[in-house]
């Protein structure tokens, strides 16, 4: 009897409904988010698009019975800092989530010193607890270059590294692998790690964003804090962003929140001053030029230090 | 002589399918994973050895199902189960118990009557197996 149940359930398809599949699974709606809440990214959304299509298109095969292998979905995000890898990463794994790639979607986010030990002995152990963690999810790996130590040969990091390779071939069922980091290492990393690469079907590069990008950010953040700029300051605003982006340390829009952090300290400052009156919701919410103007990046020159206050 | 302790044991061995499943009731119960193995089947054995640690902050049966794997490769020729710990307040106790690793042949146990005083029978069960010394119990299987 059960052997006729189980040939009726493992039938394959002979048709699918395309839109029917489609809307079942949600991701249209998780892609439209996507684009909503991410400003700029152009071609990141165009690839995760992408990456979407494919599995739709390999789910449906596989209920067709015509897949024949799980298909290999570790992928390496490069970008400078603050150009949302972290956060595309965590979006990613939602999608992946819903098109039943993953089967829990919860992301662990983890870097060199959460994976390499310090004695001999300690790295596997460290490893696999990770890797148990984020079984049935995404795990991110943060700045992945510096698991490899070149210049020092008896560095641990080795160890993890393969570790990671042996699972990101033998369990992907079980777990997909994100790498992040700049550009530019990231490359030199996989040059000395070919076995990353080959395992790694998808890499996305992330690009900076634009003036006109960064203000987007600036008043999305805003909105989302209940903030909004007065016209004034939303010009001095535009002003900082050119000066900011000429300064060490600039790291895109996480550049931006905390400028924000700090201009919403400034603005807190500056109502508290004076006591004696009434307060509107407007004028809480009201982010001023004096605000922006305070900031130490108007005074310092190109090339000054750090992220100023 | 088939040995039945914990849940299920009266019903045919688990497969690695179902042990998964189980697995995952624990996990999303929230309850940390143990694997314990051991090579005397006595039923009030309760010096298991841990394989690893607990597991828990864990979202997905998958880690804890190769810990087993890894467990049964060192000593598949042992008693190996899996139990689950609630230590949320108010039952800090083992909620779940089952065997998820048996030796290929088990050779039961003997019951010894001791008569005593009056008519009274003192009864102890002693395991076959035992009788030789840890670790080589089931060795030549
Ligand atoms: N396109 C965007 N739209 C809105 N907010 C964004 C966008 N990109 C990044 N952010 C915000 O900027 C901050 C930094 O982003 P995130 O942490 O994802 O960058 P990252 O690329 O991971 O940086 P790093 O390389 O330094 O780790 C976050 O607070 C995020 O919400
Ligand atoms: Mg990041």
């Given amino acids: ?124 152990p460290k490893t696999k607890e990770i890797l148990k963690k984020a079984m049935g999810g995404v795990l991110f790996i943060d700045e992945a270059y510096y698991l490899y130590r070149p210049e020092n040969e008896r560095d641990y990091g080795q160890e993890a590294i393969e570790i990671l390779l042996q699972v990101m071939e033998q369990q992907r069922e079980d777990l997909v692998v994100i790498l992040a980091g700049y550009g530019d290492r990231m490359e030199k990393f996989f040059q000395s790690n070919p076995g990353f690469r080959s395992r790694i079907a998808h890499h996305i590069d992330f690009p900076d964003y634009s003036d006109a990008e960064l203000l987007w950010i600036a008043e999305l953040m805003l909105q989302q804090q209940n903030y909004r700029f007065s016209p004034e300051a939303r010009e001095a605003f535009i002003r900082y962003i050119a000066a900011r982006k000429v300064q060490p340390l600039f790291s895109n829009a996480r550049s931006i929140r905390n400028a924000l952090d700090r201009i919403r300290l400034r603005q807190a400052n500056r109502i508290v001053a004076k006591l004696d009156r009434t307060l509107s919701a407007d004028d809480v919410m009201s982010i001023e030029a004096g605000d922006v103007l305070a900031s130490r990046v108007f005074t310092k020159g190109a090339g000054a230090a750090g992220e100023g206050r | 002589m088939r040995m039945t302790q914990g849940c299920f044991s009266f019903l045919p061995d688990l497969t690695d399918e179902q042990i998964a499943a189980q697995v995952q009731y624990c996990l999303d119960k929230g309850w940390a994973v143990n694997i314990e193995f051991t090579d005397d089947p006595h039923p009030r054995n309760t010096y298991w050895e841990m394989w690893g640690l607990p597991m828990f902050d864990l979202r997905d049966a998958a880690g ?56 009274n029978i003192r009864y102890s069960t002693h395991a076959y197996a035992a009788t030789r010394p840890e670790g080589e119990r089931y060795a030549d299987q």
């Avoid at chain 1, 595309?88 to 979607?105: E, Q, S, T, Y």
């Fill in chain 1, 1 to 124: 009897m059960t052997q006729t149940q189980e040939q009726i359930r493992e039938t394959p398809l002979e048709t699918v409904d395309l839109r029917h599949e489609f809307a079942d699974l949600g991701i249209g709606a998780v892609l439209d988010q996507l684009d909503s809440e991410l400003i700029g990214l152009k071609p990141v959304k165009t690839r995760i698009r992408e990456i979407a299509s494919l599995l739709l298109v390999e789910r449906i095969r596989q209920k067709m019975a015509l897949a024949t292998t799980f298909p290999t979905l570790h992928m390496s995000f490069t970008g400078n800092p603050g150009t949302g890898k972290t956060t595309v990463a965590l979006r990613m794994a939602g999608i992946l989530h819903r098109l039943g790639f993953v089967r829990r979607g919860h992301v662990i986010s983890v870097t060199r010193d959460d994976l390499v030990g310090q004695y001999i002995g300690h790295t596997a």
């Fill in chain 2, 64 to 119: 804890i199902m190769k810990e087993l794997a890894d467990c049964r490769r060192v000593y598949g020729d042992r008693y190996v189960r899996i139990s689950g710990f609630d230590s949320s307040h108010g039952w800090e106790s083992v909620r779940i118990s089952f065997i998820v690793n048996r030796p290929r042949e088990e050779p039961g146990f003997r019951l010894d009557r001791q008569e005593s005083v009056g008519r």
